[in-house]
């Protein structure tokens, strides 16, 4: 069973790869220019992306080297300790919602220190497998197609960014406590 799985997993995307052309071909799609037409919207769309990823790395930059991350933590660090979150995990939980690069740098930093099978390191992998990088994502779609009224998108992303951090405090605890 097992090898049935593993072959139809390593096929599976060179197959549909050689179907979708082919039906779109047997419909009268121009296949070729439709991919270029496709391509040169994604370019324009990456053009677009830039000065927002720019302003962004520069924002969690500032943000990282002006010690502001670490006055955070410090402040933060003895309410969490209450409920069970080391404070080693706090740069990480900050982090992650702003740059997933940054939050999987802090994460390995843990675990090379800590140690894979760590609390810590078990926690640290739970919190980057659950949360996402909310601002990342605001920040780079929502201003490559121009939308500037994020209504309720910050708050609800918070709000599931803190919901997984919980979850995975939990479940780190019940798992690996």
Same mark, same amino acid.
């Given at each position: 069973?097992?090898?049935?799985?593993?072959?139809?997993?390593?096929?599976?995307?060179?197959? !549909? =790869?050689? $179907? &979708?052309?082919?039906? @779109?071909?047997?419909?009268?799609?121009? +296949?070729?220019?439709?991919?270029?037409? #496709? %391509?040169?919207?994604?370019?324009?769309?990456?053009?677009?992306?830039?000065?927002?990823?720019?302003?962004?790395?520069?924002?969690?930059?500032?943000?990282?080297?002006?010690?502001?991350?670490?006055?955070?933590?410090?402040?933060?660090?003895? !309410? =969490?300790? $209450? &409920?069970?979150?080391? @404070?080693?995990?706090?740069?990480?939980? +900050?982090?992650?919602?702003?740059?997933? #690069? %940054?939050?999987?740098?802090?994460?390995?930093?843990?675990?090379?220190?800590?140690?894979?099978?760590?609390?810590?390191?078990?926690?640290?992998?739970?919190?980057?497998?659950?949360?996402?990088?909310?601002?990342?994502?605001?920040?780079?779609?929502?201003?490559?197609?121009?939308?500037?009224?994020?209504?309720?998108?910050?708050?609800?992303?918070?709000?599931?960014?803190?919901?997984?951090?919980?979850?995975?405090?939990?479940?780190?605890?019940?798992?690996?406590?």
């Amino acid at each position: 069973m097992f090898s049935l799985v593993s072959e139809v997993s390593r096929w599976a995307i060179p197959v !549909v =790869l050689l $179907l &979708v052309p082919l039906a @779109a071909h047997a419909r009268g799609v121009k +296949v070729f220019e439709t991919f270029v037409e #496709g %391509a040169e919207d994604g370019f324009n769309t990456a053009i677009k992306t830039i000065p927002y990823l720019v302003a962004m790395l520069v924002a969690i930059s500032v943000f990282r080297a002006s010690g502001a991350m670490n006055v955070l933590v410090s402040v933060l660090s003895p !309410v =969490l300790n $209450l &409920v069970g979150v080391p @404070a080693e995990v706090l740069p990480h939980a +900050v982090m992650r919602p702003l740059s997933g #690069g %940054a939050a999987l740098g802090i994460s390995t930093d843990i675990i090379k220190n800590h140690g894979p099978d760590s609390f810590i390191g078990q926690l640290v992998s739970t919190m980057q497998g659950t949360s996402d990088t909310t601002f990342y994502v605001l920040t780079l779609y929502f201003g490559s197609v121009g939308i500037t009224r994020y209504r309720y998108s910050v708050i609800s992303g918070l709000i599931a960014d803190f919901t997984t951090l919980a979850a995975s405090v939990y479940i780190a605890h019940k798992v690996f406590g």
